[in-house]
């Protein structure tokens, strides 16, 4: 019997595929088994086991992992300090280190790691986080990263390298560890290359932490990234100058450049543009049909020309189909009722949800009943 499950539930599922197979002796099975009680393997593979959810139903497993190398795997994570809950959250998100050999691939990573200061609960915390870590080289990019880190670091600490304490609270952070994924050794000079043209380094680790790829990209054309953005009229001391590179570095010159004449085809003059792309960036991420499309609604639509475009520029950049649209439905009806004045659109579209429903879709619900159906039924076409 075939089993639907949602995407969230399916690598914890296909782990306990796999985990049942280990106390099968085939690579078919009916039913499933009492994880929780199994009795094949000792400490601490049957504590891990125990943490696991019972499967309802089980399917036939592919690849059966040899039983004593997943042991040794789940051992191997124990003696680095990892509680089964740690174990539980790597092998449910990458199972395939089941089947890895625990000395020759996950032991060296793991020991360089704890060498370089990144052991215990830290080293736990990030590996249960993003378990790739351990299908990175340790010499093409998990020891460059950590040495770079240590040199750009160290300046938190007034002086000496940083830290693996350092190092690991970097990892930590909600996307840390894409600096050693996107890692190059690129990314030293063009760090430097921001810092000459006044970058702060706190912008600088944020950028390390949300959006490292373009400081992994060749350095004559970061350098010309930079050079680009500053010549735009980007604060280089605020974050903006960091999404500007960022949006820059993510597209060729002449997508880039086909985005500014969607601007002017509608009517805006280039300091406009200049302007815009100063005060939000990341306008130029969207797509130039995107751009023409919310371009055209506020024009058309609202009557709001360049001006009044940069007074709220994020309503570029909002969904036409499940924010912008629903709620100028609504203001329409206000306005037509009188009871709405149209200078407040840009602030309405601002709003969170729950506030631009009590203020403007429930409060005139009484006098308008059809409001709440006109709106949750914009939002949901």
């Not at 039983?67 to 959250?89: H, I, M």
């Not at 080289?137 to 880190?149: E, G, T, V, Y």
């Not at 306008?283 to 001006?307: H, N, Q």
Request: a positive charge; aromatic letters at 8%.
């Amino acid at each position: 019997m075939a089993i639907m499950l949602s995407p969230a539930l399916r690598p914890q599922f296909r782990l306990q595929q796999i985990l049942v197979a280990l106390s099968s002796n085939t690579h078919k099975y009916n039913r499933a088994t009492d994880l929780g009680n199994s009795t094949i393997y000792g400490n601490p593979f049957s504590k891990f086991l125990s943490t696991l959810s019972q499967p309802t139903d089980a399917l036939a497993v592919g690849t059966n992992p040899n039983k004593d190398n997943s042991e040794a795997v789940v051992a191997l994570f124990s003696r680095y300090g990892f509680s089964s809950a740690d174990t539980t959250a790597v092998l449910t998100k990458n199972p395939r280190l089941l089947s890895s050999k625990p000395e020759k691939t996950l032991e060296p990573k793991l020991a360089f790691l704890s060498k370089n200061g990144i052991r215990g609960v830290n080293l736990a915390r990030i590996l249960s986080k993003d378990p790739r870590v351990l299908s990175r080289s340790i010499d093409r990019n998990i020891a460059p990263c950590i040495r770079f880190l240590k040199g750009f670091l160290r300046g938190r600490g007034g002086g000496g390298d940083a830290t693996g304490t350092e190092i690991a609270y970097h990892f930590s952070l909600r996307h840390g560890t894409r600096v050693l994924h996107q890692f190059t050794e690129a990314m030293a000079p063009n760090i430097e290359t921001l810092q000459s043209h006044g970058v702060p380094r706190e912008n600088i680790e944020r950028m390390l932490e949300i959006r490292p790829r373009p400081l992994a990209r060749d350095i004559a054309e970061f350098a010309e990234i930079v050079k680009t953005a500053k010549e735009i009229g980007l604060d280089t001391s605020s974050m903006g100058f960091i999404r500007g590179v960022v949006a820059l570095s993510g597209m060729k010159k002449e997508k880039w450049e086909s985005k500014i004449e969607v601007f002017k085809s509608l009517g805006w003059s280039n300091e406009q543009v200049r302007a815009l792309i100063i005060k939000q960036p990341r306008t130029m991420d969207a797509s130039a049909e995107r751009l023409t499309k919310s371009l055209e609604f506020l024009s058309e639509e609202l009557g709001w020309g360049p001006d009044q475009i940069l007074r709220y520029p994020v309503t570029i950049m909002l969904s036409l189909e499940k924010r912008m649209v629903p709620r100028y439905t609504v203001m329409k009806k206000l306005m037509e009722k009188g009871v709405f004045d149209k200078k407040r659109m840009g602030t309405a579209f601002y709003m969170v949800e729950d506030k631009f429903v009590k203020k403007y879709v429930e409060f005139y619900s009484k006098d308008i009943p059809q409001l709440l159906d006109l709106y949750q039924n914009k939002v949901q076409s």
